[in-house]
């Protein structure tokens, strides 16, 4: 664990500092006499350079390990504590993240003579560096144990020596039977060769191999007999008995009645999210389990007037680190030939081409191909990278370019221009603005309407994570103190119904926790119509002064005609103000025909409003659905789903995109 993190200038003055643990102030002290006044530099360290923390070796001092890194130009010292018996591979990491960030925010501000005091509320970013770098060691050593214990695990084999070892059962391992046998000949101290059979080295659990007691002239059906009474239990003896007796008895069927339950004599109890005890819920019928605390201030911030939006606190770090690499990539890269990825092939095949140069389609045609290849493997799907190439190409064709501009800037300037320009919304996509004009419209206006409830409707095809998704938004919704009410109109699934109980008991009790805002759940069960219950739950929420009704709907292929013709008159019925198609970041061409059915599912006068893209997190760099689905239907991106948490949803950086798409 850090200790303490300190950023200071080279005369003393301390600009900012953060501590886990009192270190006493002599310590870092002894650092500066020894390393920056006394010039005590310590082997393969670069105090005049700034060169990265790894460089520098390890200051140590007492107990304490300090590791450091500098800012010449702006006089400016960063210095890592921490125990010495602790071993912090993320350090090094660490400072120069700090560095980079801390000297773009306040580079201006340090640059002015005589400064001493820096206005800066830098707490939120190096927390959220250290949650990263945090997280990033723990995954990785929870890797390394989860192989460690899986490669201790594993039985030996003693027929191949090891080598050739059967993969080891899924589930919990029963605990061994370490009882010694004491009638057993055999002896520990001199193991006997197991000869080549297909027994398995270890026997079950149940199943274990008694010693041989008797003579060894026994009959070989005495001894089939003998084996097969110690393989066997009582209880399976009970059971092979009472079957004899009783004759074969077959397998009663459950059946079903309309409502979807279990009749009555049946005495199987099939919801296992009930309490152990069989006692139901407060109000929901399943166990209280202990929800985490989310701090609202993890994923967003609170304005002046009190509303709560989602902040852009990571994608900025992100891209202040991610253009400072691109800095220092261009001033150490040279002038090699074609390597790396489409983009360095672009660049190799004008490298030698600089200013004045005017382009046509022969000039065009092969690094074109090599930007539409870049993009598939961005997960862009083939027909919206060929249109792309295709406008791009068309736009460059009989353009000078500019001195000292290569062909490469060019390509990559208006490929960026045109990205930038699909993923800009042309609406707004304030969603909190949106739902305050309908619940509390102008009363200076007299033609504005009464009251109502927002409505927001989620669809989207099977397994995008709808259900997951209208939870995140109910929660970002919550911290705005609003009144919700979600509607279970998935009746077909399979536990869709319990899945929204348990996020409903989870988002009622965080609410409640919080002070703020107000959740219910409206469910009619399964195999009822949904499009008659999300018009009877938004009749609901009128009648009970709900500010905003969810509706969750069933997951549906894009490419049924009858499942997709059900939305016609569910947009009829709910009306709802916006409709939200969740999709996969995963999902490759295909996301173009699932954005364009459900664009033109809902009869002739409705759309899509907006497009929830799930499971970001999980794709790296290839976040190219999001310029297929745009591309395919003129639909803007409003949220990003990063995580399994009700915290993990983000609103779209364009710049981040872009970026992500050209590296």
Same mark, same amino acid.
């Given at each position: $664990?850090?200790?303490?993190?300190?950023?200071?200038?080279? /005369? %003393?003055?301390?600009?900012?500092? =953060?501590?886990?643990?009192?270190?006493?102030?002599?310590?870092?002290?002894?650092?500066?006499?020894?390393?920056?006044?006394?010039?005590?530099?310590?082997?393969?360290?670069?105090?005049?350079?700034?060169?990265?923390?790894?460089?520098?070796?390890?200051?140590?001092?007492?107990?304490?390990?300090?590791?450091?890194?500098?800012?010449?130009?702006?006089?400016?010292?960063?210095?890592?504590?921490?125990? &010495?018996?602790?071993?912090?591979?993320?350090?090094?990491?660490?400072?120069?993240?700090?560095?980079?960030?801390?000297?773009?925010? #306040?580079?201006?501000?340090?640059?002015?003579?005589?400064? *001493?005091?820096?206005?800066?509320?830098?707490?939120?970013?190096?927390?959220?560096?250290?949650?990263?770098?945090?997280?990033?060691?723990?995954?990785?050593?929870?890797?390394?144990?989860?192989?460690?214990?899986?490669?201790?695990?594993?039985?030996?084999?003693?027929?191949?020596?090891?080598?050739?070892?059967?993969?080891?059962?899924? +589930?919990?391992? @029963?605990?061994?039977?370490?009882?010694?046998?004491?009638?057993?000949?055999?002896?520990?101290?001199?193991?006997?060769?197991?000869?080549?059979?297909?027994?398995?080295?270890?026997?079950?659990?149940?199943?274990?191999?008694?010693?041989?007691?008797?003579?060894?002239?026994?009959? @070989?059906?005495?001894?089939?007999?003998?084996?097969?009474?110690?393989?066997? &239990?009582?209880?399976?003896?009970?059971?092979?008995?009472?079957?004899?007796?009783?004759?074969?008895? &077959?397998?009663? $069927?459950?059946?079903?009645?309309?409502?979807?339950?279990?009749?009555?004599?049946?005495?199987?109890?099939?919801?296992?999210?009930?309490?152990?005890?069989?006692?139901?819920?407060?109000?929901?019928?399943?166990?209280?389990?202990?929800?985490?605390?989310?701090?609202?201030?993890?994923?967003?911030?609170?304005?002046?007037? +009190?509303?709560?939006?989602?902040?852009?606190?990571?994608?900025?770090?992100? *891209?202040?680190?991610?253009?400072?690499?691109?800095?220092?990539?261009?001033?150490?890269?040279?002038?090699? %030939?074609?390597? %790396?990825?489409?983009?360095?092939?672009? /660049?190799?095949?004008?490298?030698?081409?600089?200013?004045?140069?005017?382009?046509?389609?022969?000039?065009?045609?092969?690094?074109?191909?090599?930007?539409?290849?870049?993009?598939?493997?961005?997960?862009?799907?083939?027909?919206?990278?060929?249109?792309?190439?295709? %406008?791009?190409?068309?736009?460059?064709?009989?353009?000078?370019?500019?001195?000292?501009? &290569?062909?490469?800037?060019?390509?990559?300037?208006?490929?960026?221009?045109?990205?930038?320009?699909?993923?800009?919304?042309?609406?707004?996509?304030?969603?909190?603005?949106?739902?305050?004009?309908?619940?509390?419209?102008?009363?200076?206006?007299?033609?504005?309407?009464?009251?109502?409830?927002?409505?927001?409707?989620?669809?989207?095809?099977?397994?995008?994570?709808?259900?997951?998704?209208?939870?995140?938004?109910?929660?970002?919704?919550?911290?705005?103190?609003?009144?919700?009410?979600?509607?279970?109109?998935?009746?077909? =699934?399979?536990?869709?119904?319990?899945?929204?109980?348990?996020?409903?008991?989870?988002?009622?009790?965080?609410?409640? @926790?919080?002070?703020?805002?107000?959740?219910?759940?409206?469910?009619?069960?399964?195999?009822?119509?949904?499009?008659?219950?999300?018009?009877?739950?938004?009749? #609901?929420?009128?009648?009970?002064?709900?500010?905003?009704?969810?509706?969750?709907?069933?997951?549906?292929?894009?490419?049924?005609?009858?499942?997709?013709? /059900?939305?016609?008159?569910?947009?009829?019925?709910?009306?709802?103000?916006?409709?939200?198609?969740?999709?996969?970041?995963?999902?490759?061409?295909?996301?173009?025909?699932?954005?364009?059915?459900?664009?033109?599912?809902?009869?002739?006068?409705? @759309?899509?409003?907006?497009?929830?893209?799930?499971?970001?997190?999980?794709?790296?760099?290839?976040?190219?659905?999001?310029?297929?689905?745009?591309?395919?239907?003129?639909?803007?991106?409003?949220?990003?789903?990063?995580?399994?948490?009700?915290?993990?949803?983000?609103?779209?950086?364009?710049?981040?995109?872009?970026?992500?798409?050209?590296?």
């Amino acid at each position: $664990m850090l200790d303490s993190f300190e950023i200071l200038t080279t /005369s %003393g003055v301390v600009l900012w500092s =953060r501590s886990y643990a009192p270190v006493r102030a002599n310590v870092i002290n002894s650092l500066i006499k020894d390393v920056f006044i006394e010039e005590r530099v310590l082997p393969g360290a670069s105090v005049a350079d700034d060169a990265s923390a790894a460089r520098n070796p390890p200051y140590k001092r007492d107990q304490y390990t300090l590791k450091w890194t500098t800012v010449k130009d702006l006089g400016l010292i960063f210095v890592a504590v921490y125990q &010495s018996l602790l071993h912090l591979s993320w350090i090094d990491k660490l400072l120069d993240n700090i560095r980079t960030i801390f000297v773009d925010l #306040y580079k201006d501000q340090l640059k002015k003579p005589h400064t *001493s005091v820096v206005e800066c509320d830098f707490d939120g970013y190096f927390d959220q560096q250290m949650r990263e770098l945090e997280d990033l060691t723990d995954k990785g050593a929870q890797t390394d144990s989860r192989s460690a214990a899986a490669t201790s695990t594993l039985p030996f084999n003693s027929d191949t020596g090891g080598d050739d070892v059967p993969p080891p059962i899924p +589930g919990l391992l @029963r605990a061994q039977n370490k009882t010694p046998q004491s009638n057993s000949t055999s002896t520990d101290a001199t193991p006997i060769a197991t000869p080549k059979t297909s027994r398995p080295t270890t026997p079950l659990p149940g199943h274990l191999l008694s010693g041989k007691l008797g003579p060894s002239n026994v009959s @070989r059906r005495a001894r089939k007999a003998a084996t097969v009474s110690a393989n066997a &239990s009582s209880g399976d003896e009970e059971s092979r008995r009472k079957s004899k007796q009783n004759g074969t008895v &077959s397998k009663k $069927m459950r059946r079903w009645d309309a409502d979807g339950l279990a009749d009555e004599d049946d005495g199987v109890t099939l919801d296992y999210s009930a309490n152990s005890t069989g006692e139901a819920g407060p109000d929901d019928g399943l166990g209280s389990g202990v929800i985490e605390d989310i701090n609202p201030e993890t994923f967003g911030t609170r304005t002046g007037k +009190g509303q709560f939006i989602l902040k852009d606190l990571d994608n900025e770090v992100h *891209s202040i680190l991610h253009e400072a690499n691109a800095k220092k990539s261009q001033g150490t890269s040279t002038s090699g %030939g074609v390597v %790396g990825s489409s983009l360095n092939a672009i /660049s190799g095949l004008f490298r030698n081409v600089v200013g004045g140069k005017v382009l046509t389609k022969e000039d065009l045609d092969k690094p074109m191909k090599g930007m539409e290849e870049h993009l598939l493997k961005k997960n862009v799907a083939r027909e919206a990278a060929v249109r792309l190439c295709e %406008g791009v190409e068309r736009e460059l064709i009989g353009v000078k370019t500019g001195s000292f501009e &290569s062909v490469e800037t060019t390509i990559r300037t208006a490929m960026e221009s045109s990205l930038r320009k699909i993923l800009t919304p042309t609406t707004s996509l304030d969603l909190l603005r949106s739902i305050t004009a309908v619940t509390a419209p102008s009363a200076l206006n007299p033609l504005s309407p009464k009251p109502r409830p927002y409505v927001i409707s989620i669809v989207g095809v099977n397994g995008v994570g709808k259900s997951t998704n209208l939870s995140k938004l109910a929660f970002f919704l919550l911290q705005n103190d609003f009144k919700l009410l979600i509607a279970a109109c998935d009746t077909f =699934r399979s536990g869709a119904v319990e899945q929204l109980r348990v996020h409903a008991r989870n988002l009622k009790e965080l609410a409640k @926790r919080e002070g703020k805002g107000e959740v219910e759940l409206y469910e009619k069960g399964y195999g009822k119509d949904a499009a008659n219950i999300a018009k009877d739950a938004v009749a #609901y929420a009128a009648a009970h002064s709900f500010d905003v009704v969810l509706i969750d709907t069933a997951g549906r292929r894009h490419n049924d005609a009858r499942l997709m013709s /059900s939305l016609e008159k569910f947009a009829t019925f709910a009306n709802p103000d916006k409709i939200l198609m969740v999709g996969e970041a995963l999902v490759g061409s295909d996301s173009v025909a699932q954005a364009r059915n459900f664009n033109a599912a809902f009869g002739g006068q409705r @759309r899509l409003d907006g497009f929830i893209i799930s499971k970001c997190d999980t794709v790296g760099d290839m976040v190219g659905s999001l310029v297929s689905m745009v591309h395919a239907t003129g639909i803007p991106v409003v949220f990003l789903g990063v995580g399994q948490h009700y915290g993990d949803l983000r609103t779209l950086n364009v710049g981040w995109a872009v970026g992500l798409l050209m590296s």
